[in-house]
Structures are given as structure tokens and as C-alpha cells.
């Protein structure tokens, strides 16, 4: 028996991965800007100055120039759109669930370890490694927000405290 | 619905405050957005603490929201006062390198009397509603996990009967 589409998860998800492009064309866009000596750059590097440290060093580079985000960042983002994918076959906009929480705490296990021992100064790791532990985490998170966004619209659309649908899987 | 919102209100200022104040701070603010997310995962856990039933994936977005909101508040104020050090600190770098360096980029005086001049007003505003729409979305997210991790509230089993509280439509799955 086919399952139904809900309209409500289908908007948030689609919502959700518009935002995510936008904003992951934006953090290569920032370069690109600069590297035509474009007086709107200074801007669009604002833009993600309160989410990052834009610690040159700590970033790739695009066209000679920082990305807007350091490589952490831009794994979690490039996480986010790569879990975006993964929702779309795993949950389907059919239902909600979260994940186990032994699996987002094996997946956060070493973005964690990882930024509490440069935080420390117990070792400074390399751009690849800190992209690549951001990517494993930013992957579950779509999981979460699309869930609890989409329950959130769905009790308002109910107007009780109590989210009806979609109902509960087993 | 009301009464929720407004319990929910001291939690997101806990946990907003911390967020706001950590993203602020130079040298510790260097974990970028994590701390928006950790501070709605607080007020998350404040709100479970306080909660007598089991919190929603809902409840959980809401106080991560207004969390995040808050944070961005915060992290504009607070920020302020270092902003102005960090001015400072450079104009007094320069000018005392200006004394022992022979040949200083033209114009670096006219480019430090713009870089130490005071923020107006639109741009301080246009920053803090900026912060706060990308604040909120991360606290959306933080509190989910919040909820998540702590907001499940065991069921009470008495001899005979057994407890039916409400529980989360968002199953586990793996």
C-alpha cells in the first residue's frame, strides 16, 4: 500500500535544502568575490562571521582565496547537504523519526574528541581531518531538524501541544 | 499552549545567555557554532529538568529557537567592548610600529582613522538580525538534540495499572 506524502514534512525539507545550497554557494561565493576585488565581499564574509573564526589557516581556499567558513564548518554544512540526500531515501516525507542515540553519539564521537584536543593544545589537526569529522556529524543533523521543525509546524497546524500525524512507526 | 511557552522562556535565556556570551568571548569563541547548538542542547536539558512529561521534537525546536535568538542578542552586546579593545590594541600596534619601520603602506593613517571609527547603528542592526535568523536555525537544531538526549521521561508502572503518559511520535529508528 503506497504511503502518503506529507505536505508539511515535503515543505520543510524542501525549505531546508534550498537554505542549504544557498548557503553552502555562498561560503565559495565569498572568495570568488574577493578574488574580483568585489566591494560586496566584505559583506558576505560578515554573513558568517558570527557562526566562524575565519582563521585563514584553519580554511580551504578557493581561487587563491579563505572560504567564508574554516574546514570544520564547511564539513558540517557539506554534511548537512550529503544527510539532506540520505533523508530523502532513508525517512521519506511520510514519517517522522529521530535517530538512535547511540549512533549520534558514535557519529559525534570524533568531531568531539577531535576539537576538545586542539581546544586543549593537546594536538592541532589538519584541514582534511577537521572537514572530514565535520562531514560524519553534519550528516545526522538533517535528521533532527527536519523532525522536530516539522512536529513543531505540524502541533501548530493542529493547534493543540500534541503533533497527530504522522503517526507513530514501529 | 501558552503556560508551555512561557516555561519555556527562563530555560532559552539560560542557555542563550552561555551561547551568546562563549561565541563573544575572543579566544574561546573559536568552536564557531557549536556553541549555539550546546547552549539550545542546555536550555533543552532545563526544560526536560522542569517538565513532568516527556518533551516533543517540537518543544525541543521552539526553546532552541528562542535560545538561539537570544544568543544572538547577547553575542551583539557583549561583543561590543571587545570590539573596541581590538581597535584599539591595532591603532597602538601601528603607531608604534609606524616609529621603527621605514616604509609603512601610504595612507595607513586615513585606513585606521576608518577602521577605528564607531559601528553605525544600520550595520549593528542588520549584523544582529542576521545572527539571529542563523542563531535560531542552529538552536532549532541544538534543542532537537536536546530533546533528544534528555527530554524522554520514564514511564511509571503500578502494580496492576500501568502509566500511559504521552510519548514522543518521533520513534527511534535505526
Known amino acids: 500500500m503506497p504511503r502518503r506524502v506529507n505536505k508539511t514534512?515535503?515543505?520543510?525539507?524542501?525549505?531546508?535544502?534550498?537554505?542549504?545550497?544557498?548557503?553552502?554557494?555562498?561560503?565559495?561565493?565569498?572568495?570568488?568575490?574577493?578574488?574580483?576585488?568585489?566591494?560586496?565581499?566584505?559583506?558576505?564574509?560578515?554573513?558568517?562571521?558570527?557562526?566562524?573564526?575565519?582563521?585563514?589557516?584553519?580554511?580551504?581556499h578557493?581561487?587563491?582565496?579563505?572560504?567564508?567558513?574554516?574546514a570544520r564548518c564547511l564539513g558540517i554544512y557539506s554534511g548537512f547537504f550529503i544527510g539532506l540526500a540520505l533523508y530523502f531515501f532513508l525517512r521519506g516525507f511520510c514519517r517522522l523519526a529521530?535517530?538512535?542515540?547511540?549512533?549520534?553519539?558514535?557519529?559525534?564521537?570524533?568531531?568531539?574528541?577531535?576539537?576538545?584536543?586542539?581546544?586543549?593544545?593537546?594536538?592541532?589537526?589538519?584541514?582534511?581531518?577537521?572537514?572530514?569529522?565535520?562531514?560524519?556529524?553534519?550528516?545526522?543533523?538533517?535528521?533532527?531538524?527536519?523532525?522536530?521543525?516539522?512536529?513543531?509546524?505540524?502541533?501548530?497546524?493542529?493547534g493543540d501541544g500534541s503533533p497527530r500525524e504522522p503517526s507513530p512507526q514501529k | 499552549m501558552s503556560n508551555q511557552r512561557q516555561g519555556m522562556l527562563r530555560p532559552a535565556l539560560v542557555g542563550g545567555a552561555v551561547a551568546g556570551v562563549l561565541t563573544a568571548v575572543p579566544l574561546v569563541n573559536c568552536l564557531c557554532c557549536l556553541w549555539i547548538i550546546g547552549g539550545a542542547m542546555l536550555a533543552s536539558y532545563l526544560l526536560a529538568k522542569n517538565s513532568v512529561v516527556s518533551l516533543t521534537?517540537?518543544?525541543?525546536?521552539?526553546?532552541?529557537?528562542?535560545?538561539?535568538?537570544?544568543?544572538?542578542?547577547v553575542d551583539a552586546v557583549v561583543s561590543l567592548p571587545f570590539q573596541a579593545l581590538n581597535r584599539q590594541f591595532i591603532q597602538k600596534f601601528m603607531e608604534q610600529f609606524s616609529q621603527f619601520a621605514e616604509d609603512m603602506p601610504s595612507g595607513w593613517e586615513k585606513w585606521m582613522e576608518r577602521g577605528?571609527?564607531?559601528m553605525s547603528m544600520a550595520w549593528f542592526l542588520l549584523g544582529l538580525v542576521v545572527s539571529a535568523v542563523v542563531f535560531a536555525g542552529l538552536g532549532a537544531l541544538g534543542g532537537v538534540i536536546g530533546a533528544s538526549l534528555f527530554g524522554k521521561k520514564k514511564t511509571l508502572q503500578v502494580q496492576g495499572v500501568k502509566d500511559e503518559t504521552p510519548q514522543d511520535p518521533g520513534d527511534r529508528q535505526p
Open chain 1, 9 to 60: 514534512i515535503l515543505l520543510i525539507y524542501s525549505f531546508t535544502a534550498i537554505g542549504t545550497v544557498a548557503w553552502l554557494g555562498a561560503i565559495f561565493w565569498a572568495p570568488y568575490l574577493r578574488s574580483h576585488s568585489s566591494p560586496w565581499q566584505g559583506l558576505v564574509y560578515a554573513i558568517f562571521s558570527p557562526v566562524c573564526h575565519q582563521i585563514p589557516s584553519r580554511s580551504f
Open chain 1, 62 to 70: 578557493f581561487l587563491g582565496q579563505p572560504l567564508a567558513v574554516c
Open chain 1, 98 to 158: 529521530l535517530p538512535q542515540t547511540k549512533i549520534f553519539i558514535l557519529v559525534s564521537f570524533p568531531i568531539v574528541t577531535d576539537t576538545l584536543g586542539n581546544f586543549a593544545r593537546l594536538w592541532e589537526t589538519s584541514n582534511k581531518l577537521r572537514f572530514a569529522t565535520g562531514l560524519l556529524w553534519g550528516a545526522i543533523l538533517p535528521f533532527y531538524f527536519i523532525t522536530g521543525v516539522a512536529e513543531l509546524a505540524l502541533s501548530r497546524k493542529k
Open chain 2, 57 to 73: 521534537s517540537g518543544d525541543g525546536a521552539i526553546v532552541g529557537i528562542f535560545a538561539g535568538i537570544m544568543a544572538a542578542v
Open chain 2, 116 to 118: 577605528t571609527g564607531g
